[in-house]
């Protein structure tokens, strides 16, 4: 079975540009979630989807935004880079999601985002 | 605010050389603390789920236990392909939240 899948691999970008990072689940997981990892703060949940809508959301400005498809890929896109930016951006999914109380998420390699 | 806290921020042990890490948690409603590794440049890879105090998994040389307060992840006879960092996370809040909150990991360095 093929795990969480996340591309590109390796970004980057410089500031004020935008960019948007894939994310494919694990076959037959609904919900989505991302992360942001930096040596500093570790990982922070960025937010997470389920069904194509958003169900949570972490502690991050506007410029962060994500979305789901039908077939429960999701995309991240950060507009108006900044330095602080730069980061491991990672993405994890989960089977049964929803009224589910416990889920065990299953993280993909993460894409490596510099913004110079 | 839900909190985790992971102490030794790193811990260096000769291969053989048994010992814990702690993970502390302040959260309210814990749903689940969840044990995870990471090698450098990867994501992180599951290893256990807690979801009540007195719970405890085992794997291989690792072993996870639950209290009230706090989880501790005992590594018996670690061997060098042990090193990695290792994150614990809590999922708390009302169910359908999937939001996990980490703690900022032990970076475990195990000496041949």
């Known amino acids: 079975k093929a795990g969480v899948t996340q591309t590109p691999r390796y970004l980057i970008k410089t500031r004020g540009q935008q960019v948007t990072l894939s994310c494919s689940p694990i076959?037959?997981?609904?919900?989505v979630s991302w992360y942001q990892q930096t040596p500093g703060q570790g990982l922070q949940f960025l937010f997470e989807y389920f069904s194509e809508t958003q169900r949570n959301k972490g502690n991050f400005p506007g410029r962060f935004s994500g979305r789901q498809f039908s077939n429960s890929r999701s995309e991240m896109n950060v507009s108006t880079l900044e330095l602080g930016d730069s980061a491991l951006y990672l993405c994890?999914?989960?089977?049964?999601?929803?009224?589910?109380?416990?889920?065990?998420?299953?993280f993909g390699p993460g894409t490596r985002l510099t913004v110079l | 605010e839900d909190q985790v806290t992971q102490s030794p921020e790193a811990l260096r042990l000769q291969e053989g050389e048994s010992s814990s890490l702690n993970c502390s948690y302040t959260?309210?409603?814990?749903?689940?603390l969840f044990w995870y590794r990471q090698d450098p440049g990867k994501g992180p890879e599951f290893l256990f789920t807690?979801?009540?105090a007195g719970e405890e998994k085992e794997k291989e040389r690792l072993k996870a236990t639950l209290t009230k307060k706090e989880s501790f992840l005992h590594i018996t006879a670690p061997k060098p392909e042990d090193s990695a960092t290792y994150l614990c996370a809590v999922q708390a809040g009302v169910s359908g939240s999937e939001k996990l909150v980490f703690g900022k990991g032990t970076k475990l360095t195990v000496n041949p």
């Open positions: 959260v309210s409603g814990l749903r689940g």
């Open positions: 076959s037959g997981h609904r919900s």
């Open positions: 994890a999914s989960s089977f049964l999601g929803g009224l589910s109380s416990y889920n065990e998420q299953f």
């Open positions: 807690l979801y009540s």
